[in-house]
């Protein structure tokens, strides 16, 4: 038996958790001491990082997130030491920490709990290292305010024990799950963690077991941990405030259902379920704040219109029900174009959802003129919404860099935070990382690294590994990221057409920084953020409205060819002398799909039996009729990110012979000039080639 062991769960926090793995091991010289690290299966190479650099450690590895509560069982049950120590991964111990708090326990023989001083990254006092059970009162002074209003008095105060002396320790109900040191023989006799609670709720079911058995808890200020708290649980889940509550509800349905009246038992539930009411309207509003801004200038926009048109307003209010429409279709382009999401502040993006609603508010005033105001309104009110709504963007933005108004610059700053993440792990990466992170009036939040490959994940990296290129879309969601950067050392075009193709759907902005790591290069503007200007990247075919154009063509050109073609179709089937077979296509993402093919005596059909299977994969999808070449698939191979199409710039010049950097050449030139009269000009030189 050892004197302790020490078990951390782990979920998608690798550098953190490789920070607390080496603070803990040299806290542990001179005790007898173990090491179990449980990951619920996590995808940043957390669990590659643990076997090469801890191999002392033990490491037991879940196949999906069984979380922290079962986790933590998993550990104990196999644990040797004579007291347990439960502590996040994304936290620091000091050097005598285990030390201080094992030889504690061995002097109290009474105390069956203790727990350290929990500090935040800033230093100040983490709240919840020390507290009270959430008794009826207890609960109603944290849900109205009053322990927050009056934290040093001993009425309000007690749930989170505020009005104690933070360096005075204290006999206390329940300590934090960020760091507790438990004896193993208090274990064997309440049990183990309640795997009911899936994450939040089950360090504070322990303690009250624990209390309930007659154990003292012991809040021990002789030592201290620093605690970057919320880093796996905001990784866990986006609904974690829905988590946390229904933890709360559960612990109270579990110990005050009973030995308490009716009452309080509802009035702690109801409490419960009130403040995460309020948190649930508090983050609606902070969502609605930028529409409702809109909705502002559009009405105004509506107004002005009116005036302009007719000199009075008497119109507005018997067209209430036209405004609403109007009003939805423009802020829904707002919201398609990806305008409301946090840290986005385009003004041309604006632009083009106005230029798109108005055309769709235009086609309503067409067709239904009686319901609808005059065709001159709707132009004016669209004309002064592109004004309006990129104007203010635009001025939001020039207020962020405006530091002689602190005030403005300090809202625009908040409102245009972008959070991004590199894409790549090798030191181009890494120094890009560190500069942006360096400079704080960039407007960026970098999130970490994504790597290439799985065999990057464990690179020693001293900074975030979120994950692989093939988690981007989940990791995108999760980090609610709004900008990816490449590096042109670390990404070939290949990768970056093939991640932008991939993350086509997510609406996130795309920049690159060349090796000299001088400009950020795209679009149509650059960021200069101090000495690394930041230049956009943007190839026009993934944009939503050409993408749209270019599907419905898709539609209606094999539609109809499809519909003329239906008789050579029937006869196709009769006809016992022709076969149809199949063969796998790379669909240009790193996939494939099932090509037919017409073959008759054995050999490929030409013509239109060629180009019936063809169609089919148009209108289908899987095709278009412009588009990249078409290639067998082969596994491991990647693309450029875009159909297989009839014909292409490729396509168009198989006569000739070409190279791949050729090829490659004459793709992206298609990807960056897309437009619908090139489509057309490409399959009329098909036609007459």
Known sequence: MCDLSVILVNYNVKSYLEQALASIQKSLEGLKAEIFVVDNASHDGSVPMVRSRFPGVRLIVNPENAGFAKANNQAIRLASGRHICLINPDTLVREDTFRVCVAYLDAHADVGMVGGKVLNPDGTLQLACRRSFPTPWVAFTKVSGLSALFPKTRLFGRYNLTYLDPEQEADVEAISGSFMVVRKAVIDRVGLLDEQFFMYGE????????????????????????HYKGRSTHEASADALRLFYGAMAL???????????????????????????????IGLIRKLILPCVDLVFIQGALLLALLIRFGHLRHWMSYRIVDIVYSAVWLLCLAILGLYRRGVFSTSKAVWAVLIGLIFNASFTFFLPQYAYSRQV?????????V?????????????????????????RTWLMRRAVILGTDSSAVDLWQRLKTRIASGYEVIGLVALKESDLDGGQPIPVLGTVGDLNRLVRRHQIHEVIFTTEAASYETILSVISMSKDLHIDYK???????????KTSVDVIEDIPLLDLDYRIYNPFNRILKRTGDLLFAGIFLILCLPVLVWTVLDPGIRWVSRRISDGQGGFFSLLEIRKKGQP?????????????????????????????????????????????????????????EKERMM??????????????????????
């Open 203 to 226: 360090d504070l079911d322990w303690c009250y077991r624990i209390h309930r058995a007659g154990w003292k808890i012991v809040y021990l200020p002789d030592t201290q941990i620093v």
């Open 251 to 281: 612990f109270v349905r579990k110990h005050f259902g009973r030995g308490f009246s009716l009452l309080p038992s509802w009035f702690l539930l109801a409490g419960i379920r009130v403040r995460g009411a309020v948190g649930w309207m």
């Open 378 to 386: 709707v132009l004016f009110a669209g004309l002064m919404n592109a």
């Open 388 to 412: 309006f709504l990129g104007g203010w963007r635009l001025a939001v933005r020039l207020a962020s860099r405006m530091r002689w108004i602190p005030f403005l610059g300090t809202v625009g």
């Open 512 to 522: 690159m920084a060349p090796r000299d790591l001088d400009v950020l290069i795209g």
């Open 605 to 661: 059909a030409a013509g239109p039996l060629q180009l019936l299977p063809r169609m089919w994969a148009v209108f289908r999808g899987r095709m278009s009729l412009v588009g990249a070449d078409i290639l067998p698939y082969a596994p491991g191979t990647g693309g450029l990110g875009f159909k297989p199409g009839i014909t292409g710039l490729v396509q168009f010049r198989s006569s000739e012979t070409l190279d791949d950097a």
């Open 668 to 689: 992206l030139y298609y990807l960056k000039n897309y437009s619908v009269l090139l489509d057309m000009e490409i399959i009329l030189r098909t036609l007459f080639h």
